[in-house]
């Protein structure tokens, strides 16, 4: 008995087209592709690597995770880069990460940044 079936695509939802080429590129090379045309030109640097820490996460690939999560960390230089890798963290489960950006944000020469961007984003939110 023959079964039609159509063997060209496989269907994935709920991952982006880069998150997913830098899942293959992973899986084959055992690194992430930081330096390719892949993730230079794919936008924010943020959104690319939460988008492959979910990738990671989705499909379990621990070390993949782990390298996504220290690009995060690499990156937090600012209280609203911080925060939105705390975002990032809590979504995805990542402990470690959001322990990182938090030891970040209190930091004496951080701290009066923080409280000025949480002060800032309430008043945003109110007027919204």
């Not at 499909?59 to 993949?64: I, T």
């Not at 911080?82 to 402990?95: D, E, F, G, I």
């Amino acid at each position: 008995m023959a079964f039609a079936t159509d063997t060209d695509h496989v269907r994935i939802d709920n991952i982006n087209t880069i998150a997913f080429k830098a899942m293959l590129h992973f899986i084959y090379t055992d690194e992430l592709p930081l330096n390719t045309d892949l993730v230079l030109h794919a936008g924010d640097f943020a959104t690319v690597a939460g988008d492959m820490l979910a990738a990671a996460c989705r499909f379990r690939l621990e070390r993949m995770k782990r390298l996504c999560m220290n690009l995060l960390a690499e990156k937090v230089t600012t209280v609203s880069y911080a925060l939105a890798a705390v975002k990032v963290a809590r979504r995805h489960n990542c402990p470690e990460l959001e322990e990182y950006c938090r030891r970040y944000m209190s930091l004496p020469h951080v701290s009066n940044k923080v409280t000025e961007t949480c002060i800032s984003l309430f008043l945003e939110s109110q007027l919204a």
